[in-house]
């Protein structure tokens, strides 16, 4: 299987059925989810935290696989959380992208990193 053969809901059932089939759902409450992904998150910052930028740009074959699994770990926990809160998950990143569109106009923010709120003008903040 690869990215482009298998959809959102795909994964979203495959985690669903894992769940359930070790009667893990008393388990998977969204605070205990939401604490997963953190944890998750955490474990993926660690493969970086004493690397330079640079270093952090040219990682090795077992490196990478190690990040995959903690990423892996992430959008696991993220599917069940989707699940849990009946979430479509397509829709809900595309109307996010839509918003990220409007906060971060191309024309102002190109090759900058600024949050959004330093664009606004002091009436919009």
């Known amino acids: ?71 892996a770990d992430i959008i696991i926990y993220s599917l069940s959380m989707a699940n849990f809160l009946k979430l479509d998950l397509a829709e809900t990143v595309l109307a996010k992208m839509e918003k990220n569109i409007r906060k971060y106009p191309v024309d102002q923010v190109q090759g900058k990193s600024h949050k959004y709120t330093y664009y606004l003008k002091n009436d919009e903040k």
Request: no cysteine; aromatic share 8%.
């Open 1 to 71: 299987m690869s990215d482009a053969r298998i959809t959102l809901q795909d994964l979203k059932e495959k985690m669903d059925d894992f769940v359930h089939a070790r009667d893990w759902e008393q388990f998977h409450t969204p605070k205990n989810i939401a604490m997963s992904i953190a944890i998750e998150a955490a474990e993926l910052m660690e493969h970086f935290q004493w690397l330079t930028v640079e270093q952090s740009k040219q990682l090795d074959d077992k490196a990478l696989a190690e990040m995959g699994e903690e990423l």
